[in-house]
């Protein structure tokens, strides 16, 4: 068999641009290429304890995860391309952003007037 981390190189090794931007639609005369932003992350582990006292400890993990938010779409009509922005994905980004900006704010603020 072969080990998990040969096999994760192997489906992994086509991931990249690929996922990032989609294929191109044409609708109207107009080419669209949608874009997403595109992150995932894997983890395992393994201990086995050398303890003497401790007999049967054993142990194993593993995990992974990942997550696709669309950003917007490269637009091309009558020759000309640009991108298009997707404004909920913007807008979803930009409140848990603005919170941490507040935050971080009102302890520098905090810290000037000591």
Do not use: H, W
Not at 105 to 111: C, E, M, P, S
Request: proline share 6%.
């Amino acid at each position: 068999m072969e080990p998990l981390t040969a096999q994760l190189a192997e489906k992994l090794s086509n991931i990249g641009v690929k996922n990032s931007y989609g294929t191109p639609i044409e609708v109207d005369g107009a080419t669209t290429i949608p874009v997403a932003l595109v992150n995932f992350g894997f983890g395992g582990g393994e201990a086995d304890s050398n303890d003497p006292e401790k007999t049967g400890d054993t142990g194993s993990g593993g995990g992974g995860g990942g997550m696709s938010v669309p950003v917007g779409a490269y637009i091309t009509r009558n020759g000309t391309t640009r991108f298009e922005p997707n404004t909920v994905a913007l807008l979803a980004v930009s409140i848990p952003l603005a919170c941490v900006g507040g935050f971080v704010l009102t302890r520098i603020v905090k810290a000037l007037k000591q």
